[in-house]
């Protein structure tokens, strides 16, 4: 993680993979491969790299376990250890930037699509981080704005595009919040 407690971007794939595999259960490793390379890719674009050497590192430190299944290393099926399932709990805890960044959306939609896997009190704590990480957000938008956004028609529109943007983002991030259990 960064020095501010946010996952780099090996570790969301990490996120990807264990929240994949504790909530479907075991699979077969091409499966999940496919699985954690098509979602990312709909945020964060297609990352090869990063992915391989992030799924077998997590086989090396015991995240996962691998049943043989042949001489078919994309066939073997992997699942989540109890070591995987620590790890997922501290991912889904990590804060996420203010910033809006392509692996900064593909962090939150991971958060958001495992967010069941955390205890009902941690939940709506992990939300109300989302809902400050967007505040400052817009603080820094807002900012941004009065200082620079007066003399370009467009990039002045830009502004109050992503403002508005935000904005609707903390909006239903409180309406989340609303439905969750109370601790």
Do not use: C
């Not at 070591?83 to 991971?110: C, E, M, P, W, Y």
């Not at 709506?124 to 009065?146: G, Y």
């Amino acid at each position: 993680m960064y020095r501010d407690n946010t996952l780099l971007p090996k570790e969301g794939i990490r996120l990807a993979a264990l929240g994949q595999l504790a909530s479907a259960g075991p699979m077969p490793y091409a499966e999940l491969a496919a699985s954690v390379r098509q979602f990312t890719s709909y945020y964060w674009g297609p990352t090869l790299d990063v992915m391989s050497s992030s799924l077998e590192l997590m086989r090396i430190e015991g995240l996962i376990a691998a049943e043989m299944a042949g001489a078919d290393f994309l066939a073997t099926r992997v699942a989540i250890t109890e070591a995987g399932r620590a790890a997922l709990q501290t991912l889904l805890r990590a804060s996420v930037r203010s910033h809006a960044t392509d692996f900064n959306k593909l962090v939150i939609a991971l958060k958001l699509r495992y967010l069941h896997l955390l205890p009902a009190a941690e939940q709506r704590d992990q939300v109300e981080a989302l809902i400050e990480a967007k505040e400052a957000e817009r603080a820094r938008l807002l900012d941004l704005r009065a200082r620079q956004a007066t003399g370009e028609a467009g990039f002045a529109a830009w502004v109050e595009h992503d403002i508005r943007m935000v904005e609707s983002d903390i909006a239903w991030l409180d309406g989340l919040l609303k439905t969750l259990p109370s601790a």
